[in-house]
């Protein structure tokens, strides 16, 4: 920045007595700057609102997916639950002891 002050300061002259060559100058490369930089962005902009849009996807169906397990009917498997039949005895004919580990024996009469 210092030298951008330096060179105004030894070309005042210059300046002064073509201020209107000066600033269409100025106005013409910033201009071409702004325009240079916009275009090498433009596509790094059009990535980033492609991402957004994509990500706004995905949580819309996530959403609608979480919504439409909550409205299923839970499955209940019913072989091995009920209590009448060939499920009397227990599989091991042991009912295993809560207390330690060894097994207790059942009451199977039945």
Same mark, same amino acid.
């Given at each position: 920045? +210092?030298? /951008?002050? !330096?060179?105004? +300061?030894?070309?005042?002259? @210059?300046?002064? &007595?073509?201020?209107?060559?000066?600033?269409?100058? %100025?106005? @013409?490369? &910033?201009? #071409?700057?702004?325009?240079?930089?916009?275009?090498? @962005?433009?596509?790094?902009?059009?990535? /980033?609102?492609?991402?957004? %849009?994509?990500?706004?996807? +995905? *949580? $819309?169906? /996530? =959403?609608?997916?979480?919504?439409?397990? =909550?409205?299923? *009917? +839970?499955?209940?498997?019913?072989?091995?639950?009920?209590?009448?039949? $060939?499920?009397?005895?227990?599989? @091991? $004919?042991?009912?295993? !002891?809560?207390?330690?580990?060894?097994?207790? $024996?059942?009451? #199977?009469?039945?």
């Amino acid at each position: 920045m +210092q030298n /951008l002050i !330096d060179f105004f +300061q030894t070309n005042s002259a @210059l300046v002064l &007595a073509n201020p209107i060559a000066f600033a269409s100058s %100025a106005v @013409l490369f &910033a201009s #071409c700057g702004f325009t240079v930089g916009r275009y090498f @962005l433009a596509e790094r902009i059009a990535n /980033l609102e492609s991402r957004i %849009a994509r990500r706004d996807d +995905q *949580i $819309e169906e /996530l =959403k609608s997916r979480s919504a439409a397990s =909550k409205l299923e *009917i +839970q499955m209940v498997p019913v072989v091995g639950t009920t209590a009448i039949g $060939e499920n009397e005895r227990p599989p @091991l $004919e042991r009912w295993p !002891d809560r207390r330690g580990n060894a097994l207790v $024996e059942a009451d #199977c009469a039945g």
